[in-house]
């Protein structure tokens, strides 16, 4: 006899009339086009990040293009992926979840389909101006001040229009991923001002402070709580059982809130700032370790008795092996700002290492999952390759691991090698060929990744539909 999770995923239970009735009033437009888009520009900007990595093993690769050049496809890379790719996805997915948290229908589509219409208009733009030269010079705030401009409006109807859905919700309790939407709409709008306006108004060693707290928060105060919010909605949903503590995704909630606004002057550490301000950051950023254990401890535990499904269910698959990248990343984000340890590894290749395992590991896993997750649903019909979509998982993962690993390992030695005078400046390039070149072979793979997973969910929303009581079972 089958088990009832084979029989529901094989739609052979009926389905009851409130889940095709709360299935019936979303629409879904804006999370489809905010989706679609966002993984169009993952391809796109994934084939960017090849020739980056080319351009460490092969420098004089079309370094005679003034488009092609690292100086200005580098820009282009770091701002595809963050607000292009990921940051789009994560925002498609909002849409997806915040109103079924809150029974109730997105409080305005049309709002929402503006918003993906402006911010395709926004990511256009950065590829133009950023490949022709156009460029503020300052780290994750290279776009010029009128798409700033612009960021700041969309972002402001994207907020707007998810704060009313929960104002408008049926649903009284709060569940832990609509505090961390709301949070992240919050943070990101103190987070991205700071970083892309108020850094233009100072100099020296303050717009380097600015610019360094708009950095590392742009990874724990926007990137962090939304991928968070995805990962405790889907983990639940995709593992069929109920989230462990939700006093404990609380502390998380509020622990991360206080802790992580103080981290980011830790990248400054042996630098031109105050000793106490060094010291200020290096105490949060350890104190770090108390969100970080109490999310991933909760994530763990909500597994207890389902770690079987990992064998067969793909999103579940990327779920966990990105909550895995998530307390690796976290605890070598702490070890970092120690002063022993930073004075090896900081402004090396160890900090890429690290910064592609948050964004391309734990929080691209995560909305990777959700994509698999809900596309079929919205789409009313099967996911259109589920051996696709194990292979997407496995080329991710291995040529993520080959891809971090190597940075850390060759990051570390390059910053030994930095701190011996005996060894001249030009010999420690020299010596990182061979990492770089397991580098670009590893992002070989992750692009293989990046294809598989662009074609199924494209196929997925282009190819035939299923009948409406099968995509309402799917959701229920």
């Given at each position: 006899?089958?088990?009832?999770?084979?029989?529901?995923?094989?739609?052979?239970?009926?389905?009851?009339?409130?889940?095709?009735?709360?299935?019936?009033?979303?629409?879904?437009?804006?999370?489809?086009?905010?989706?679609?888009?966002?993984?169009?520009?993952?391809?796109?900007?994934?084939?960017?990040?090849?020739?980056?990595?080319?351009?460490?093993?092969?420098?004089?690769?079309?370094?005679?293009?003034?488009?092609?050049?690292?100086?200005?496809?580098?820009?282009?890379?770091?701002?595809?992926?963050?607000?292009?790719?990921?940051?789009?996805?994560?925002?498609?997915?909002?849409?997806?979840?915040?109103?079924?948290?809150?029974?109730?229908?997105?409080?305005?589509?049309?709002?929402?389909?503006?918003?993906?219409?402006?911010?395709?208009?926004?990511?256009?733009?950065?590829?133009?101006?950023?490949?022709?030269?156009?460029?503020?010079?300052?780290?994750?705030?290279?776009?010029?001040?009128?798409?700033?401009?612009?960021?700041?409006?969309?972002?402001?109807?994207?907020?707007?229009?998810?704060?009313?859905?929960?104002?408008?919700?049926?649903?009284?309790?709060?569940?832990?991923?609509?505090?961390?939407c709301l949070g992240t709409i919050l943070w990101t709008a103190f987070v991205?001002?700071?970083?892309?306006?108020?850094t233009l108004f100072s100099t020296g060693v303050n717009q380097a402070n600015?610019?360094?707290?708009?950095?590392?928060?742009?990874?724990?105060?926007?990137?962090?709580?939304?991928?968070?919010?995805?990962?405790?909605?889907?983990?639940?949903?995709?593992?069929?059982?109920?989230?462990?503590?939700?006093?404990?995704?609380?502390?998380?909630?509020?622990?991360?809130?206080?802790?992580?606004?103080?981290?980011?002057?830790?990248?400054?550490?042996?630098?031109?700032?105050?000793?106490?301000?060094?010291?200020?950051?290096?105490?949060?950023?350890?104190?770090?370790?108390?969100?970080?254990?109490?999310?991933?401890?909760?994530?763990?535990?909500?597994?207890?008795?389902?770690?079987?499904?990992?064998?067969?269910?793909?999103?579940?698959?990327?779920?966990?092996?990105?909550?895995?990248?998530?307390?690796?990343?976290?605890?070598?984000?702490?070890?970092?700002?120690?002063?022993?340890?930073?004075?090896?590894?900081?402004?090396?290749?160890?900090?890429?290492?690290?910064?592609?395992?948050?964004?391309?590991?734990?929080?691209?896993?995560?909305?990777?999952?959700?994509?698999?997750?809900?596309?079929?649903?919205?789409?009313?019909?099967?996911?259109?390759?589920?051996?696709?979509?194990?292979?997407?998982?496995?080329?991710?993962?291995?040529?993520?691991?080959?891809?971090?690993?190597?940075?850390?390992?060759?990051?570390?030695?390059?910053?030994?090698?930095?701190?011996?005078?005996?060894?001249?400046?030009?010999?420690?390039?020299?010596?990182?060929?061979?990492?770089?070149?397991?580098?670009?072979?590893?992002?070989?793979?992750?692009?293989?990744?990046?294809?598989?997973?662009?074609?199924?969910?494209?196929?997925?929303?282009?190819?035939?539909?299923?009948?409406?009581?099968?995509?309402?079972?799917?959701?229920?």
């Amino acid at each position: 006899m089958q088990s009832e999770a084979t029989i529901r995923r094989a739609g052979e239970i009926p389905v009851s009339a409130a889940a095709r009735y709360n299935e019936s009033i979303h629409q879904d437009t804006t999370a489809r086009l905010f989706l679609a888009s966002s993984i169009t520009y993952f391809f796109i900007v994934g084939i960017v990040a090849l020739v980056i990595a080319a351009k460490f093993v092969w420098p004089q690769l079309m370094g005679t293009i003034p488009m092609l050049t690292y100086g200005r496809l580098r820009p282009l890379h770091v701002n595809g992926m963050l607000f292009g790719w990921l940051l789009a996805a994560d925002m498609g997915l909002m849409y997806y979840v915040v109103p079924r948290l809150c029974g109730v229908r997105l409080w305005s589509e049309k709002l929402g389909i503006a918003t993906a219409a402006l911010w395709n208009v926004i990511i256009l733009g950065a590829v133009v101006t950023l490949l022709l030269g156009v460029n503020q010079g300052l780290e994750y705030a290279e776009l010029p001040l009128p798409l700033d401009v612009l960021v700041v409006v969309a972002w402001v109807m994207f907020g707007a229009n998810i704060f009313m859905t929960v104002a408008t919700r049926k649903y009284t309790q709060m569940y832990v991923t609509i505090w961390y939407c709301l949070g992240t709409i919050l943070w990101t709008a103190f987070v991205y001002l700071t970083g892309n306006f108020a850094t233009l108004f100072s100099t020296g060693v303050n717009q380097a402070n600015l610019n360094w707290m708009y950095v590392h928060n742009a990874v724990g105060l926007i990137f962090t709580p939304v991928g968070l919010a995805i990962a405790y909605y889907f983990i639940p949903k995709t593992s069929n059982n109920p989230l462990h503590s939700h006093k404990l995704s609380m502390i998380g909630f509020w622990s991360l809130a206080f802790v992580y606004v103080w981290t980011g002057a830790h990248h400054m550490i042996h630098g031109p700032i105050s000793q106490w301000l060094q010291t200020i950051s290096i105490v949060f950023s350890v104190m770090l370790l108390i969100p970080v254990w109490a999310v991933v401890y909760n994530f763990f535990a909500t597994m207890r008795g389902q770690w079987q499904q990992l064998r067969d269910n793909v999103p579940l698959k990327f779920l966990m092996t990105g909550v895995v990248f998530y307390l690796l990343t976290c605890f070598q984000g702490p070890m970092h700002s120690l002063r022993s340890v930073n004075a090896i590894v900081s402004k090396t290749d160890w900090i890429p290492g690290h910064a592609h395992m948050a964004v391309l590991g734990a929080f691209s896993f995560f909305a990777i999952a959700g994509a698999y997750y809900v596309v079929p649903r919205i789409c009313k019909t099967r996911l259109y390759s589920d051996a696709l979509a194990n292979w997407s998982f496995w080329l991710f993962l291995i040529g993520g691991v080959g891809f971090f690993v190597t940075l850390w390992l060759g990051g570390f030695w390059q910053g030994w090698q930095w701190n011996n005078p005996a060894i001249p400046f030009i010999d420690t390039v020299i010596a990182l060929e061979p990492v770089w070149l397991v580098r670009f072979f590893s992002g070989i793979l992750m692009f293989g990744g990046i294809v598989t997973f662009a074609y199924n969910i494209l196929a997925t929303m282009l190819g035939p539909k299923g009948n409406q009581s099968q995509a309402a079972l799917a959701t229920a």
